[in-house]
């Protein structure tokens, strides 16, 4: 069972930026895919970046650009670093890590951008 904790969250202004961390325990976390996804009041949870254990990324369209995803898997760690904040990416951020058959989830950060 693996125990992923998330933390970096907070209240920011437009064009702000924030860094995202999530520690992982009780798994490879070399092997694992790890995602980031995020999920605002009234709406459905939703991808926002994954990076494979091979380091190769991938993001939703809303923040390419703007957020990159990277990990230290000597620290079993997986960041979001997050730039040029809006008001629409406020939402709580979940972090995520999954391989074949299972996944497993942080608790969740907030983050609210002020306009």
């Known amino acids: 069972q693996a125990q992923l904790v998330e933390s970096g969250g907070g209240l920011v202004q437009t064009g702000g930026s924030l860094r995202l961390s999530c520690v992982t325990s009780?798994?490879?976390?070399?092997?694992?895919?790890m995602g980031w996804y995020r999920q605002a009041p009234g709406k459905q949870r939703e991808l926002v970046a994954v990076?494979?254990?091979?380091?190769?990324?991938n993001y939703a369209d809303s923040v390419k650009g703007r957020f990159t995803i990277s990990r230290d898997n000597a620290k079993n760690t997986v960041y979001l670093q997050m730039n040029s904040l809006k008001a629409e990416d406020t939402a709580v951020y979940y972090c995520?890590?999954?391989?074949?058959?299972?996944?497993?989830w942080g608790q969740g950060t907030q983050v609210t951008v002020s306009s």
């Open positions: 995520k890590s999954y391989g074949v058959g299972y996944e497993f």
């Open positions: 009780g798994s490879i976390f070399s092997l694992n895919v």
């Open positions: 990076i494979a254990s091979s380091g190769a990324t």
